[in-house]
């Protein structure tokens, strides 16, 4: 945890519903401070990882997300000099992208149950419209959080951005900004608001229809 950070979630699609998920995670403005915790043994009662053990666990669960089904060319990128991890994968569906990140997410953490439900879909997407929300693992997590952990991200920004290759109509999220050019749709929050309100960044994006 720190309180420096900015997380990119990038989603671009293709008409027939395949496309390509990218993910960044930047603490650089952040790095003395995540040094001097690696040169810790142990922190609040928790063994402090090696890089060498971070960036083991990064490509470990990018090995896992190449064996998924319907994802392809699996990339990651990692700078742990200025703390910079971009990961990026093609997928043939959204509803196979989320089945890949959550299983391999279980598959690395080690968790016996699923995280979740096999009806729980937090993408969605038609011909005429997209719909992103927060996975119901991610709001259990963030109600573990502690306090001072939850005030640690009072200055991280959280940056969700969808593209598309034909007009967006409107969006249901008022805080949702739509490009000059109509074919993305981003949306910003930092990361502390996003713990106190995990619905800022649900939207359902509305397309214009497809040409014949």
Known sequence: MTSCIEIIDDISMNPDGSGTF???????????????????????????????EIKGRVNHFIYLMEQ???????????????YIIKMSCDFKSVRI??????????????????????????????????NRSIPDYTIKKTKELKVEEINLLKQGNYI????????????????????????AVMLKTNAYSLTQNLNLLENTIYLSPLKP
């Not at 003395?32 to 142990?42: C, E, G, R, T």
């Not at 060319?73 to 990692?78: H, P, R, S």
Request: charged share 30%; net charge negative; hydrophobic share 30%.
């Open 160 to 183: 969700c951005i969808t593209r598309f290759n034909r007009p967006v109509k409107n969006c249901s999220n008022e805080n949702a900004i739509i490009a000059k050019n109509k074919l």
């Open 68 to 82: 998924k089904n319907g994802i392809s060319n699996v990339f990651v990128e990692t700078d742990l000099e200025n």
């Open 97 to 130: 992208l989320q089945d890949a990140l959550t299983k391999s997410l279980q598959e690395e953490l080690k968790e016996e149950k699923p995280l979740l439900d096999d009806n729980s879909d937090w993408l969605t997407w038609t011909d005429e419209s997209f």
């Open 22 to 52: 990218k993910y960044n995670v930047n603490l650089s403005s952040s790095k003395v401070k995540l040094n001097s915790y690696l040169a810790l043994d142990s922190l609040d009662g928790k063994k402090v990882p090696s890089r060498d």
